[in-house]
């Protein structure tokens, strides 16, 4: 019943920007800070970006900051990460997921109670 939900993956050319979509179904996203995680094939899953559940502080991984900016509207119910600039390393699988505490999320050492199905994102020339 509690559910969140990424779309706006796609293919994208290098330099190019996309926007990802977490929607929450079933409970209000208000309520907790979001992180936003990608896995490549044969690696492991990294945290990308984190914003707490007022939107009052963001986190970032030093491979995207300056590039990606997480934001959320809390009225829509749904969480954002804006993906500028994009390169091929940026490839992967991306997830949304509930987060806690917000300190530890990029660093994957936080506790994650919900996460989302993925939403593919390939950039390629």
């Known amino acids: 019943q509690l559910q969140l939900v990424e779309s706006g993956g796609g293919l994208v050319q290098p330099g190019g920007s996309l926007r990802l979509s977490c929607a929450a179904s079933?409970?209000?996203?208000?309520?907790?800070?979001i992180g936003w995680f990608r896995q490549a094939p044969g690696k492991k899953r990294e945290g990308v970006s984190c914003i707490t559940n007022s939107g009052d502080s963001t986190d970032y991984a030093d491979s995207v900051k300056g590039r990606f900016t997480i934001s959320r509207d809390n009225v829509k119910n749904t969480v954002y990460l804006e993906m500028n600039s994009l390169k091929p390393e940026d490839t992967a699988v991306y997830y949304c997921a509930t987060v806690r505490p917000f300190s530890l999320c990029v660093s994957m050492g936080a506790h994650y109670d919900f996460w989302g199905q993925g939403t593919q994102v390939t950039v390629s020339s």
């Open positions: 079933g409970f209000t996203l208000e309520s907790y800070a």
